[in-house]
């Protein structure tokens, strides 16, 4: 089957660093996306991986190891809007989105 | 750019009622379009793919008419849940693809909340 595994929920302070671990099996793979969904919105883009590596774009970056079938997030300099759920999605063969109940941040001043 | 317009974003009607919702690409051209549907605290569970010209494919379990998906051109699908009941009371959400290949992200609609009373 396919599956996905994240943290339900992890807290952090304002201005620290956070990583977001996912962990999937998938049926074929072609690529990872990672998006921040507020409470009561709806998702919005954040990264995409389908190579190995660390992918960086500004406060946040998201690393990918196929033969792991793991990725996480990284987010620096946290700030009190980033308080939301994000969620890792996984493509499989037929280029479906796979995805999961999410990781719910919790950022504390 | 990747701009995914969706309306209405709330509607509150009676049991009974047929409700439209529509999703729009506002600077780019969806071959495809995606519909979900979410409940509190669970995840995204897709319900439909849409394709410009052609029939949905809907996921298993979901009811084809009960859900109209009409997917006229290349920027507008809509989403018609008919004769919606308390259980329907959702949040909706439309997504589209920026290009033909399965490569490019998923962009989202702001969401529709139904509630059916």
């Known amino acids: 089957g396919q599956n996905i595994d994240q943290p339900t929920e992890m807290t952090a302070t304002e201005g620290a660093i956070v990583q977001i671990n996912c962990t999937y099996q998938t049926s074929g793979f072609n690529g990872l996306f990672w998006y921040q969904q507020h409470a009561g919105e709806a998702p919005t883009f954040l990264s995409y991986n389908v190579l190995d590596g660390l992918e960086e774009k500004g406060r946040f970056s998201s690393f990918l190891s196929r033969s792991k079938g793991y990725s996480y997030l990284l987010l620096k300099e946290l700030q009190m809007k980033d308080s939301a759920s994000y969620l890792c999605a996984p493509m499989d063969s037929n280029y479906q989105l796979i995805w999961g109940a999410g990781t719910k941040l919790i950022i504390k001043p | 750019g990747a701009v995914v317009s969706q309306h209405p974003s709330w509607v509150i009607c009676k049991s009974g009622t047929s409700v439209k919702i529509e999703c729009r690409s506002l600077?780019?051209?969806?071959?495809?379009m995606f519909w979900y549907r979410q409940f509190p605290k669970q995840s995204l569970m897709l319900m439909a793919t849409?394709?410009?010209?052609?029939?949905?494919?809907?996921e298993q379990g979901v009811e084809k008419d009960k859900f109209l998906i009409n997917h006229a051109s290349l920027t507008l699908s809509t989403l018609t849940v008919t004769s919606a009941h308390p259980e329907d009371s959702s949040f909706y959400i439309c997504?589209?693809?920026?290009?033909?290949?399965?490569?490019?992200?998923?962009?989202f609609g702001d969401g529709t909340r139904l509630s059916i009373l």
């Open positions: 849409s394709n410009e010209g052609s029939k949905a494919t809907y």
């Open positions: 997504s589209a693809h920026t290009g033909t290949g399965g490569h490019q992200p998923q962009h």
């Open positions: 600077d780019f051209q969806a071959t495809t």
